[in-house]
């Protein structure tokens, strides 16, 4: 059993950066594909980014290639995702979400675990 906690959300200005954090518990998230989904308001929940359960591999979706950055580390149990050069139409809740062997899978449906989410708002 995992459950995940997002925490790092806020209001930011287009062009500004924001730090989110998953954090998890079980003694074996370690093993985890881990993985950031997001949805805006009157949208479908879509993919982010996602990251192996080593941390060498990761996978984004195109419009966040060069702006975003996940990374984990799993001796906090912690999954990050660093945004920077924010837009507007970045603008939507943010999910961490995780299971075992689906990497690098970007179908909500294949992850069994999910934060709560945390809210992220670019506007000026």
């Known amino acids: 059993q995992v459950q995940l906690v997002e925490s790092g959300g806020g209001l930011v200005q287009p062009g500004g950066s924001l730090r989110l954090s998953c954090a998890a518990s079980g003694r074996t998230f370690s093993r985890y594909t881990a993985c950031w989904f997001r949805q805006a308001p009157g949208k479908e929940r879509e993919f982010v980014a996602g990251i192996s359960w080593s941390g060498i591999s990761t996978y984004y979706t195109d419009s966040v290639k060069g702006r975003f950055t996940i990374s984990r580390d799993n001796a906090k149990n912690t999954v990050y995702l660093t945004m920077n050069n924010l837009k507007p139409e970045d603008t939507a809740v943010y999910y961490c979400?995780?299971?075992?062997?689906?990497?690098?899978?970007?179908?909500?449906?294949?992850?069994?675990?999910w934060g709560q989410g945390t809210q992220v708002t670019v506007s000026s």
């Open positions: 979400a995780a299971d075992l062997g689906v990497f690098p899978s970007t179908t909500p449906g294949e992850y069994e675990y």
